[in-house]
């Protein structure tokens, strides 16, 4: 038997995985990966690999054997050493019982999606938001029904009564990524307040996504952004993904954790088991050691990012055509340039031309267009020489 064509093949799975759009940020990487011409700053991640005091515990746990199946929710330690970490930056208790240790945020989102929407079910999610959000939705058979902030007189804004009035009776949650990757956009406590007042009205799930939490840029003495934790009660709908990617350079070790009421124990331990049956635990020992000893890494993390976020901005404010808002928390510069309609092309162009490797802003939905997103917790030699580089390419050719 001849094997059936490609396209055979493609018919014969789901549509809703044939059909389902790249990640912008994914067709970037594809064009540029291996090339070590060029300057990435198209992922969300640092150029700082996770502290050695983060990595001997897991080395230490895989070589005392622990190399077995192992805890659905996670291991007794990470999940009382998520309640202190909690307990230090929320001042207040919380009770192991309410977290989860996922596959990465990623999984926590997926977990959080396939629990609470399916097909016909609608969730409102603002815009410019990380496509994660909007694919996995789809992918579901849920629709994310996004919501553009304005970009008004230079800065962004959420327009409550627009995102209200998106809710309809399929509605089952709002989403809320703040700080925001990738505006750097950062709710105040009453936009916090207002979205958790509508959702109690509604009945709706509030979902929250406060991975870039530490990366905040407030005053001298804030070490967190607003958090749904100030308002809210652990035991109310209200479902949290985090990550330990973003705040102690662990994007490659893909663990997360999903904070949840008590009441859905069963169901998320149930999602997982029939899903990747648990997260490793040698990877989560160092987990718990970050969540234990990372302050003074994360201080460290945080006050580099300031710095090279001012850095980024010094630059781009030398080029009139570059329009933006100086981002309060995560780590991404969303910028503007003035003419450009295809983010995707333009991108993919100064891979080629300048070697600097963007995100392209329409991957981030609605509002996306005309900008590219970069990230900015890099070195800060590297950071300058993509600048400039760009500054050259911004001066000699036309964005698509
Ligand atoms: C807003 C947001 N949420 C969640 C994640 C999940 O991170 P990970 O799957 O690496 O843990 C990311 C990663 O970029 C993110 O930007």
Not at 252 to 259: A, E, F, K, S, T
Not at 311 to 326: D, K, M, N, T
């Amino acid at each position: 038997m001849n094997p059936p064509s490609a396209s055979a093949l493609l018919g014969a799975i789901t549509a809703a995985s044939r059909n389902e759009p790249d990640s912008g940020i994914m067709s970037a990487v594809n064009h540029g990966n291996g090339r070590t011409d060029i300057i990435p700053v198209w992922s969300g991640e640092g150029n700082v690999p996770t502290p050695e005091a983060f990595c001997r515990p897991a080395i230490e746990s895989l070589l005392q054997g622990e190399t077995f199946y192992t805890w659905q929710r996670g291991i007794p330690p990470l999940r009382e050493a998520l309640a202190r970490y909690h307990e230090r930056h929320y001042g207040r208790p919380f009770d192991p019982e309410n977290f989860f240790v996922t596959g990465g945020g990623m999984q926590a989102i997926q977990t959080i999606i396939q629990m609470i929407a399916g097909a016909g079910d609608e969730i409102v999610l603002p815009t410019p938001a990380w496509p994660n959000y909007a694919g996995p939705m789809r992918l579901s058979g849920a629709r994310p029904v996004e919501v553009p902030l304005d970009f008004e007189n230079g800065s962004w804004h959420l327009d409550l009564d627009k995102l209200f009035g998106a809710i309809t009776e399929r509605t089952k949650a709002i989403v809320l990524n703040s700080p925001s990757n990738p505006l750097g956009w950062t709710a105040s406590l009453d936009d916090l307040k207002a979205v958790r007042d509508e959702c109690r009205k509604r009945g709706l799930w509030i979902v929250g996504d406060e991975v870039y939490a530490r990366f905040y840029y407030g005053g001298a003495h804030e070490t967190r952004a607003p958090s749904f934790l100030d308002i809210c009660d652990s035991e109310e709908q209200l479902l949290l993904a985090n990550t330990f990617s973003k705040n102690w350079a662990m994007t490659g070790w893909r663990v997360g954790w999903l904070q949840a009421p008590k009441a859905l124990g069963p169901a998320i331990e149930r999602i997982i088991q029939y899903n990747t049956s648990g997260t490793a635990a040698f990877l989560q020992r160092g987990c718990a050691a970050a969540l234990d000893d990372g302050e003074d890494f994360i201080a460290e993390q945080v006050k580099q990012a300031r710095a090279n976020r001012d850095l980024v901005a010094q630059s781009l404010r030398r080029h009139p055509q570059v329009r933006f808002e100086l981002p309060k928390g995560a780590f991404y510069m969303f910028f503007a340039i003035e003419g450009m309609k295809d983010s995707l092309a333009t991108t993919l162009s100064i891979i080629d031309e300048a070697k600097v490797g963007f995100a392209p802003g329409g991957t981030f939905g609605p509002g996306g267009e005309g900008f590219l997103r970069m990230c900015y917790l890099r070195d800060p030699a590297k950071l300058k020489e993509a600048l400039d580089r760009f500054g050259t390419w911004l001066e000699t050719s036309k964005p698509s």
